[in-house]
């Protein structure tokens, strides 16, 4: 079974702080995803990388940056934490199918971050 | 742009009774898969059921049925006889053919209570 793991479940952290979020997947998967969720919104894209080294903004970029050294790991970073950051955090990761529409897209996530940022 | 509307925000159903969560989505691309994800308290999504838009017969898992309706383009989740256990959310995602990145889009998800 495809695993993701995420650093913290739960996370407090101070305004202006440096915030580092790791996601770990143990199947070999190209794609790689961080979201942010919030009450009534769903899941929105933060960033998502499809190559070790590669990544691409997605709906809410602003105020997070990424970094993928290892095509296992992907790291969501809050360069100066604000409030308005408080959220539920889900990595997901993905096989991408040249043939199979549904591996194409199906994500597997991992377990969540709750942060805090007080 | 791909789109996609859950227009409950909260449901409530009685415990052994069928249920149904609305999912209508908006593409442009002839190509697309529906997914529904559970997302129990503990806050990891579990995938549940999967429907390919060029799938000639509704999907079923289990208990999970999607009752997909290409014309209308809505995509329904039913859940039969429910489980306490079925308290959840409930979101609908739709990835399409043309869009190269494999990313998902989500709706804002439905709240489902069950009863006992």
């Known amino acids: 079974d495809v695993k993701v793991t995420q650093s913290s479940r739960y996370l407090v952290k101070r305004t202006g702080e440096k915030v580092f979020l790791e996601c770990v997947q143990d199947?070999?998967?190209?794609?790689m995803f961080w979201y942010r969720q919030d009450p009534g919104l769903g899941l929105r894209l933060i960033y998502f990388?499809?190559?070790?080294?590669?990544?691409e903004k997605g709906d809410i970029p602003e105020g997070y940056s990424v970094s993928r050294e290892k095509k296992e790991r992907f790291s969501l970073i809050l360069e100066s934490a604000s409030t308005n950051q408080t959220s539920m955090y889900l990595c997901?990761?993905?096989?991408?199918?040249?043939?199979?529409?549904?591996?194409?897209?199906?994500?597997?996530f991992g377990p969540g971050t709750r942060l805090t940022v007080t | 742009a791909q789109k996609i509307t859950q227009t409950q925000p909260g449901m409530f159903v009685q415990e052994k009774e069928a249920v149904t969560l609305d999912c209508t989505y908006d593409?442009?691309?002839?190509?697309?898969?529906l997914f529904w994800y559970k997302q129990p308290s503990s806050g990891e999504m579990i995938f549940l059921i999967y429907?390919?838009?060029?799938?000639?017969q509704n999907a079923t898992e289990g208990r999970y049925s999607l009752n997909f309706q290409k014309a209308r383009k809505s995509a329904n989740l039913v859940i039969s006889a429910s489980q306490l256990g079925d308290s959840a959310m409930y979101f609908c995602?739709?990835?399409?053919?043309?869009?190269?990145?494999?990313?998902?889009?989500f709706g804002s998800g439905t709240r489902l209570l069950v009863r006992p």
């Open positions: 429907q390919g838009s060029y799938d000639q």
């Open positions: 995602a739709m990835g399409g053919d043309m869009d190269s990145s494999y990313k998902l889009i």
């Open positions: 199947m070999d998967h190209e794609n």
């Open positions: 997901a990761s993905s096989f991408p199918s040249q043939t199979v529409l549904r591996s194409s897209y199906e994500q597997y």
């Open positions: 990388s499809y190559d070790v080294k590669m990544k």
């Open positions: 593409t442009s691309d002839p190509s697309y898969g």
